[in-house]
């Protein structure tokens, strides 16, 4: 059987201090340290092998069933996890006081649990915690029966259970729109932009079922989010950026009214940043963009306390990526060139790197910068990383797209030995995809069956200029002018029209 990689995972995630609270909360207890040793013999490795960790305890007793003491050491790391981040979230702090309320409850001290119990409710409905406030309204209620017992009569069960019920269609209500927002956000990741009426057809299906049609059937704060949310990555997709501009200004605005829920919803907040800014780069306004960028980076020291490594690295590789996009818009490819190595040194510095979408996404760009500057072989280097990813089902769009860049890039580098085999296999690609729209099957046409037949110069730019009059005809469909958010073939086209008269 397969070694399990997760304790070695779940110690890699741990942070210094994390660690540290671990190994001292062990040391005090009794009996031999064997867990710290195995402790620090996993988190040495930068590779999970369970041979040299069996290898290194070969004369230890505890080495023997070593699957057993894994598995008690995994049980330790969580409790001491639990414990290190025991009040640090509004959810474990309103569970422990309703432990300590049923406590109460058990001791009979009805009155001191029920202070407790309101206390707790009072921050419950505040931070819209409907799954607590379920929680309170069940310890409520069997106090009440306890109470009557001690002959307080004067509790109404029909108003707990009306305040249920309440509760139950505000949570519902929230489960829906995650749920819309989840399924727009998915539909978002697979085609970063609408392609064809199809495409179009199914996002509008789900954006115009009469739920999520206005702001206000969203019952509670947290709706509210994914309302926006939900609506802004709709309207990105379909490229009309203006009014997805707006969806996104009014999360911000509604998530900076609130600073409690803002730290409630930290994630939410760090996306919003990072979806108003990408939207300015569509429109084109840099100096608004600068503003939202220094603001995306400030959050880890703001937010200290609030925000996980894995954030951290999410909001690193966020905003380099949102620069680099800006930099390639204005063709500024000497600044971009020179960005490479600051973000890739600065990936390295994480332990765990979480965000696929975003790597894909820079990787591509940083092959489009070369491609650019004429640099083929270097640009070739970044497209096989794609190519080798063995997961297509991450970007689907940018696989497909680093697929016909490399056609061009073993075009430009005269590798024309090699044409027929890639295109062939890209047909294939895209065909399994149902990626193969007009601009991508123009473009295969054109290399695997004009190429081959020109044989002067003259022939060659005339060529060209055939293709680009038939992509500038396709390109007048708008879905099909979405392609140019990818690579810039015209201009491309124009070059090659030029470099070959």
Not at 242 to 258: A, M, W
Request: some cysteine; proline content about 2%; hydrophobic content about 35%.
């Amino acid at each position: 059987m397969k070694p399990s990689h997760d304790l070695f995972h779940l110690i890699r995630a741990m942070k210094k201090s994390e660690k540290r609270y671990f190994k001292l909360s062990v040391s005090v207890q009794k009996g031999e340290k064997n867990y710290i040793r195995l402790f620090n013999a996993i988190d040495g490795q930068k590779e999970y092998n369970e041979k040299k960790i069996a290898k290194k305890f070969e004369n230890e007793k505890f080495a023997r069933q070593l699957p057993v003491a894994k598995n008690a050491l995994y049980g330790l790391v969580l409790k001491s996890l639990r414990a290190y981040h025991a009040g640090n979230t509004s959810e474990t702090d309103l569970y422990e006081q309703l432990h300590e309320a049923r406590i109460l409850y058990e001791k009979g001290l009805y009155g001191q649990c029920r202070n407790r119990l309101s206390k707790a409710k009072l921050a419950a409905y505040r931070l819209e915690k409907h799954i607590q406030i379920l929680d309170i309204l069940k310890c409520e209620k069997d106090l009440a029966r306890a109470e009557s017992y001690a002959g307080k009569t004067n509790n109404n069960p029909d108003k707990i259970l009306q305040e249920e019920k309440k509760v139950l269609d505000t949570y519902g209500n929230l489960c829906e729109f995650i749920c819309f927002d989840s399924k727009i956000f998915v539909m978002h990741l697979n085609h970063l932009f609408t392609r064809s009426k199809r495409e179009q057809k199914i996002y509008d299906l789900l954006v115009n079922k009469s739920l999520f049609r206005d702001e206000k059937n969203a019952l509670s704060f947290q709706a509210r989010i994914y309302y926006h949310e939900a609506h802004g990555f709709y309207l990105l997709s379909g490229s009309d950026f203006t009014r997805s501009y707006g969806h996104y200004k009014k999360l911000l605005s509604l998530l900076e009214s609130n600073p409690l829920m803002l730290k409630e919803n930290i994630r939410n907040y760090t996306a919003t940043l990072h979806n108003i800014t990408l939207v300015l780069t569509h429109l084109r306004k840099y100096r608004e963009f600068m503003r939202y960028i220094k603001k995306l980076r400030g959050l880890p020291e703001r937010f200290e306390k609030e925000l996980s490594e894995d954030t951290k690295y999410r909001i690193f590789i966020r905003s380099y990526n949102l620069e680099y996009a800006m930099l390639l818009q204005k063709k500024d490819y000497a600044r971009a060139k020179a960005l490479i190595s600051l973000i890739e040194n600065g990936l390295g510095k994480f332990k765990r790197r979480v965000d696929k979408v975003n790597e894909l996404l820079l990787i591509y760009k940083y092959a489009c910068t070369y491609f650019e500057t004429g640099e083929y072989s270097k640009s070739l280097h970044w497209i096989n990383r794609i190519l080798n990813d063995p997961d297509t089902g991450s970007m689907p769009d940018i696989h497909c797209f680093a697929r016909i860049l490399n056609l061009i890039v073993h075009y430009e580098l005269g590798n024309t030995d090699l044409l027929e085999y890639i295109v062939k296999s890209t047909y294939r690609f895209l065909y399994k995809r149902k990626r193969l729209y007009k601009f991508e099957t123009s473009v295969l046409n054109f290399i695997k069956n004009k190429l081959p037949k020109v044989n002067t110069g003259e022939e060659l730019a005339e060529a060209f200029r055939e293709l680009r009059a038939e992509l500038k005809k396709i390109l007048k469909d708008p879905y099909e002018k979405q392609v140019l958010e990818y690579f810039d073939f015209i201009s491309w086209l124009d070059r090659k029209a030029l470099d070959r008269a």
